[in-house]
């Protein structure tokens, strides 16, 4: 995933989409502010994105919709080289999944000095605008990239789209800093505060199985 696991939610990087979303649906449906948030968050919760609902109910414009939303500042996110580090040591072809568009990731990936370190982005024109956590999402991931669920190892902040990916036999990780009140979801294997600390045991493991 790319979105608070990649950089800490703290940042705030989403909270500008999270708003620039609600201004777009005011300003196209022509509503006041505070009805075009209900919308957004209505579909973002029956659809998986607030871009699928529009796109159904509205016939909406996805590029449009994606080049305003990710029109953003994104001066607080800077390299990460511990991060870039783990994360080439790493096995196996890496691909960045994300529900967002390849321009918007690649300048997050740029920003975080990560740009090099992955095979591929998986974005949502990529899966045909069918977001995460919908099935035909993820077996669009695994098809393109002719991946077998069992070998993959998906990290992501949200619960929800981590469920889809275990169910088809991935191995979960779940990144959150608020590991408060989890109940134990059948469908997540593992569970760090970030993906930093993630990173780190993995290569432990590999470390000491290897020795």
């Known amino acids: 995933d790319l979105d608070n696991t990649l950089y800490s939610p703290e940042l705030k990087i989403f909270d500008q989409i999270d708003l620039r979303m609600k201004i777009f649906i005011s300003q196209k449906l022509d509503i006041p502010i505070e009805q075009a948030f209900k919308i957004q968050k209505d579909y973002y919760h029956s659809y998986g994105t607030t871009l699928y609902g529009l796109m159904k109910n509205y016939n909406c414009d996805p590029n449009e919709f994606l080049k305003f939303v990710h029109d953003i500042n994104f001066d607080k996110l800077e390299r990460n080289e511990a991060l870039y580090k783990k994360i080439s040591l790493l096995p196996g072809c890496k691909v ?103 990173l780190d045991v993995i290569h432990k493991s590999i470390f000491n199985y290897n020795s």
Not at 144 to 170: I, P, Q, R, S
Not at 172 to 186: E, L, M, P, W
């Open 96 to 198: 960045v999944y994300t529900n967002g568009d390849e321009d918007y990731a690649n300048k997050i990936l740029v920003k975080l000095g990560l740009d090099k370190v992955f095979f591929d982005i998986f974005d949502i024109r990529k899966a045909n605008f069918v977001p995460k956590p919908k099935a035909e999402s993820i077996l669009a991931l695994l098809n393109k990239y002719k991946l077998k669920a069992e070998n993959c190892v998906y990290f992501e902040d949200l619960e929800k789209n981590l469920k889809t990916g275990h169910d088809y036999g991935m191995t979960t990780i779940h990144i959150s800093k608020n590991q408060k009140n989890f109940d134990c979801a059948g469908f997540i294997n593992f569970r760090f505060k970030t993906v930093n600390d993630a």
